[in-house]
């Protein structure tokens, strides 16, 4: 008996040892390891998710909507409550629009406890899964971008990413407008991990409306034009200005190929560009009017000094050239502009002398961004005076050796069209439109009424008239530089025609670049017609009146 006594009396004292140590163990867990466990507790049975606001609607100056936001579905998902992964990713893969192999990769992902399988999906998808009650799988709403002009200044309204956030164009210059604050929910979970309950932790606030002042009908129409101009030269590409000259108002900005504001991100990256701030060319001829404008602000030239013009001049290293052969003439400097005469402009130029050539240039806007309110604006390329060759002023008067932007070309148009003043450009209503004075309201008034030749009778672009209204504006052709073989491509042309209507009363000004057309390639008949389709419409849907 005394050895079975001792045997009960050890276990019994062994069971004492043990109970003691559970109950220490137990208030080491209680106490010094309860604020970890705890948290790790409720990490397995909750878990955060981020919120995005309902971004701005973006909308036109007449309230078209351009850039909307509504509802859509996230699907989420539980691996570790998925029972059979290969039939649930046959189920829900085609709603979710995604490859049946992806999403039974994350479905067997065991090591996670949360995955997301599709962002944004269409509603009626997201409630169809939802009907199915697969355990493990869950919803969520979350705002999605969408354009419901489709194509209608897409690069200009740009992209937004999967998370909400502006990646180009408006989207990203205004993101903190647009964005608003992003809120957060939790999803609860029970003891074997299934979601039992949603719970708002943080509300999402709506980001703020932006009004343009683009039109969507004008916008529309210039880029129907750009599509015509598309078919028929074949070039690698477009871009249009439609700006209002009295307050530097954007009216249009279109840039070719289209490209769905829906589906950018298939299109390839020269046309998601916009250009009309982000690409820099040598004007051309289009350039002479600034040229023009400095020598009779400066009091060198007037309207009608004449000049006798040689079939080539020699400028250091250089010989000009007129775009079609000819002999001597004399022409004034009314007529030089009209003709668009090389020799003229480049004789012009070599009056202003180096010194003043570059701050007319830059007077005008040239060398520096406009501060137009679109992202990724480019300061063009301005050499400086101290960087000029012997020859530099048998090119520079002339629009080559130079680049500027689309968007810099309009602006300094402005101030001819208004009086020697330039406003800032700017696309969003409401924004301060800086404006300064370049020349005098004098000599603006002579360029634009030389400009009106450009037009007429020995212009180069008569074709580019508007029953009832007179019109102003100059053609541009330009070789392309070729940075293979140095010097101009033979091949390759920037086609361009800046102009204004009414003349006599500028409402609108419309800038038109036509990069390497085919076949012809001349800024009279590339671009100029395009400029005329479009104010032919513009000046009767605004009501403005014929002269």
């Not at 049975?45 to 309230?63: F, M």
């Not at 871009?239 to 950018?264: C, K, Q, S």
Request: charged content about 20%; proline content about 6%.
């Amino acid at each position: 008996m005394r050895l079975v006594d001792r045997r009960i009396g050890l276990l019994f004292g062994i069971f004492l040892v043990l109970l003691a140590l559970i109950g220490l163990r137990a208030a080491w867990l209680g106490t010094v390891r309860s604020g970890s466990l705890s948290s790790k507790a409720l990490s397995q049975q909750v878990e955060n998710l981020k919120v995005s606001a309902q971004r701005g609607t973006i909308y036109d100056r007449n309230g078209v909507e351009l850039a909307v936001s509504e509802d859509s579905v996230t699907v989420f998902a539980d691996p570790l409550l998925i029972k059979n992964p290969v039939k649930v990713a046959g189920q829900i893969a085609p709603l979710l629009g995604r490859p049946e192999n992806e999403v039974l990769k994350k479905l067997s992902d065991r090591s996670k406890g949360f995955v997301y399988l599709a962002r944004k999906i269409d509603l009626s998808k997201g409630q169809t899964l939802e009907k199915l009650k697969i355990t493990g799988i869950g919803t969520t709403i979350e705002p999605k971008r969408r354009y419901p002009q489709g194509s209608l200044a897409s690069q200009v309204l740009g992209s937004v990413g999967t998370d909400n956030w502006g990646l180009s164009g408006l989207e990203q210059e205004f993101e903190k407008t647009l964005h608003g604050k992003d809120g957060g929910e939790k999803i609860v979970k029970d003891a074997l991990g299934r979601p039992v309950d949603i719970v708002v932790s943080k509300q999402a606030e709506r980001g703020k409306d932006l009004k343009l002042t683009l039109d969507a009908a004008i916008q529309e129409r210039t880029e129907s034009v750009l599509a015509g101009v598309g078919q028929t030269f074949r070039p690698k590409g477009a871009t249009a200005l439609v700006m209002d000259p009295r307050n530097g108002e954007i009216l249009a900005l279109a840039n070719w190929p289209r490209v769905d504001a829906n589906d950018i991100g298939s299109a390839p990256a020269y046309a998601r560009t916009n250009r009309a701030v982000a690409a820099s060319y040598e004007p051309g001829s289009t350039f002479k009017a600034f040229t023009v404008s400095g020598a009779l602000e400066n009091k060198l030239i007037a309207p009608d000094t004449s000049f006798d013009l040689p079939p080539t001049l020699q400028v250091a290293d250089r010989t000009i050239k007129e775009a079609h052969d000819r002999g001597a003439v004399t022409l004034t400097t009314a007529q030089i502009l009209a003709q668009s005469s090389n020799i003229g402009a480049v004789k012009i130029g070599l009056k202003l002398g180096s010194t003043q050539f570059d701050r007319w240039v830059r007077r005008f806007g040239f060398g520096r961004g406009t501060g137009v309110d679109l992202p990724g604006e480019a300061a063009g390329i301005v050499p400086k005076p101290a960087q000029y060759s012997g020859s530099s002023l048998g090119n520079l008067p002339i629009g080559q050796g130079l680049a500027v932007t689309p968007m810099q070309m309009a602006a300094a148009y402005e101030a001819i069209a208004d009086g020697g003043v330039i406003h800032r450009p700017h696309v969003v209503s409401g924004m301060p439109a800086e404006a300064r004075r370049v020349m005098s309201a004098t000599t603006a008034r002579q360029v634009s009424k030389m400009l009106e030749g450009v037009l007429g009778p020995g212009g180069t672009a008569q074709e580019a008239k508007v029953p009832g209204y007179e019109l102003a504006g100059k053609t541009g052709t330009a070789q392309k530089p070729d940075p293979v073989n140095g010097g101009y491509s033979k091949f390759k042309y920037f086609a361009s025609f800046v102009g204004f209507a009414p003349a006599r009363n500028p409402r609108l000004l419309v800038a038109v670049m036509v990069d390497e057309p085919q076949g012809d390639i001349y800024g009279g008949v590339v671009a100029a017609p395009a400029f005329q389709k479009i104010v032919s419409f513009a000046l009767p849907y605004l009501k403005i009146p014929p002269d």
